[in-house]
């Protein structure tokens, strides 16, 4: 299959293109400079072009608490631009994978949302992100996925992680948030789960998969793992109310998402975040490391 990678320049996406090009896939990368996601002719060019058998869109903006007060923005890149390129999909026979957020709902829960709870987000950013959802699956019913994550961190880019290991060369102690629940996940693991969905797209698969790591963690206890792999005191940790951070978009108290759709397709469940956190933290700190002056 050909593969066309858009906002390769992210975090996930430039970990999606790595994860394909490791598997000797045909796949092409494109950054927001290559591709804007909003203009019709130009996703109409890039497709003619390439031809892709299908579309990753990893493309959106991410500005959570801008988009508070730049909702019009944030509405075009994560709404008006997923219906564009779907629309542009099914016109040239291409099948999409969609990445969307927890944000969609509204983190009041005490279990993992499953697939098919109903969104009710909270945010703008939420809501932009459910448009973009939703256009996705009215464009393109029975050919698309919706793959929901959350709490990401990876080697590339900024993350919770990567500050955490930035912070604890850096300060005796540190006040993390522990009234926040959701689930740790490598990007990396989430690009190998689109690598793994893309085949079965078109084939009985479609709709919307969650492709977190399973298990749960507040930020502060998630810190602390941070802290303990890389061999220093989890107690320079402690832990604090939301309220020691106000920020313009509230964030879920609860986002943990249920996983139950990977067995259709003959995928099991995301793995535990503890042991992914343990593999993948050696790596970000090596980059980290390798950037720093």
């Known amino acids: 299959m050909r593969w066309l990678v858009t906002g390769s320049g ?76 779907a629309r542009a999909c099914a016109k040239s026979g291409a099948r999409l994978v969609h990445v969307s957020t927890d944000y969609v709902f509204p983190g009041d829960a005490r279990t993992p949302y499953p697939e098919d709870h109903p969104p009710a987000p909270r945010t703008a950013y939420g809501r932009t992100k459910l448009a ?81 790591s399973s298990g749960e963690a507040t930020w502060y206890e998630l810190a602390r793992a941070v802290f303990h792999d890389l061999g220093a005191d989890p107690d320079r940790v402690r832990p604090v109310g939301s309220e020691a951070f106000p920020r313009p978009a509230p964030r879920p108290a609860y986002s943990a998402l249920a996983h139950g759709r990977w067995q259709e397709v003959g995928l099991s469940p995301p793995r535990d975040w503890r042991a992914v956190l343990h593999e993948a933290l050696p790596l970000i700190r090596k980059e980290s490391l390798r950037e720093t002056p």
Do not use: K
Request: charged share 30%; aromatic share 4%.
């Open 10 to 85: 992210g975090m996930l996406g430039r970990d999606t293109v790595d994860e394909l090009a490791r598997r000797g896939e045909d796949v092409l990368g494109l950054d927001h400079r290559a591709l804007d996601i909003t203009q019709p002719e130009a996703i109409g060019a890039v497709l003619a072009e390439h031809r892709p058998d299908l579309v990753v869109n990893c493309a959106a903006y991410t500005a959570v608490d801008d988009a508070e007060t730049d909702e019009e923005r944030a509405l075009r890149i994560n709404g008006d631009g997923p219906r564009l390129l």
């Open 132 to 212: 973009g959802e939703r256009a996705v699956l009215e464009e393109l019913p029975a050919a698309s996925a919706i793959v929901r994550t959350a709490w990401l961190y990876g080697v590339h880019g900024r993350s919770f992680v990567r500050t955490m290991i930035d912070l604890e060369s850096r300060r005796d102690t540190l006040d993390v948030v522990d009234d926040q629940r959701g689930q740790p996940t490598w990007s990396a693991d989430v690009a190998a789960r689109v690598a793994d969905l893309g085949p079965h797209l078109g084939r009985g698969a479609h709709g919307v998969f969650h492709a977190t």
